[in-house]
């Protein structure tokens, strides 16, 4: 999945891994997707977004499930809903409705939209609210410093458990780590607290990421619906 930034932003340059993506030759043999925030999902900058997004999701190469309905995950901002959509997150759903309309014109199935707030209870109560379709979460949270990747893989299958808990569809993230000291290196516009070197986990090694991913497809095995 590739986290979408707007063309033309000061950030745009982070696309870079999408574009070099979309000029391999080999691209066909690993399928993508997006996450975006829901800014991205408007009429925004002159563009049509839902008509704009059925059309990439419309490429042989973008990740669908059963049915032939492309994969996208909405990394939630309370600020976008003020910013693109009025404050008002009814707006949002039917920004969602125009884009499953345009799908349809591309000969798609409705988009299975998962939804990344962070706590598993607002992702999930936000999906029912808009008409997505499940939860999901950007990483496992991880507050301890200098941890190491058996506390965050623990961290990561309670958030599989709470976002059980809420009776949606989960996708289970999977983690090899987090390390985002070169991100306090090279502030991102989104960043605005104060950083933090000392927070991140150590990478797994072969073993420890062997059976963090195994016990996700476990996971996904235990919870089909």
Same mark, same amino acid.
């Given at each position: ?11 745009? +340059?982070?696309? +870079? ?27 925004? +900058? ?25 994969? *996208?995950?909405? *990394?939630?901002?309370?600020?976008? =809903? ?14 969602? @409705? ?10 798609? $199935?409705?988009?299975?939209?998962? =939804?990344?707030?962070?706590? &598993? ?8 609210? =808009?008409?997505? @379709? ?45 390390? &985002? ?9 989104? @960043?605005? $607290? ?8 150590? &990478? $797994? ?21």
């Amino acid at each position: 999945a590739f986290v979408w930034y707007d063309a033309g932003s000061s950030d745009s +340059n982070l696309m +870079n891994g999408w574009n070099y993506y979309q000029t391999s030759k080999n691209k066909g043999l690993v399928n993508w997707c997006a996450i975006v925030g829901q800014g991205l999902l408007s009429n925004h +900058n002159g563009k049509d977004g839902p008509a704009e997004w059925a059309r990439l999701m419309a490429q042989p190469s973008y990740q669908k499930i059963e049915n032939n309905r492309p994969l *996208l995950y909405i *990394l939630w901002s309370d600020i976008e =809903i003020s910013k693109y959509y009025g404050g008002d997150i009814a707006n949002l759903r039917k920004t969602i @409705d125009r884009l499953k309309t345009f799908c349809g014109r591309e000969g798609l $199935g409705a988009p299975y939209i998962t =939804i990344m707030a962070g706590a &598993p209870s607002k992702s999930a109560s936000i999906a029912r609210e =808009i008409g997505a @379709d499940a939860v999901s979460n950007y990483m496992a949270p991880t507050n301890v410093p200098n941890d190491n990747f058996h506390h965050l893989d623990l961290a990561a299958r309670r958030t599989w458990e709470s976002m059980a808990e809420t009776g949606i569809d989960v996708i289970p993230i999977a983690m090899t780590g987090w390390d &985002p000291r070169p991100r306090y290196e090279r502030p991102q516009p989104w @960043d605005h $607290g104060a950083p933090d070197p000392t927070k991140y986990a150590s &990478p $797994g090694d072969t073993g420890e990421i062997t059976a963090q991913l195994k016990a996700a497809v476990e996971f996904v095995q235990d919870h089909p619906t």
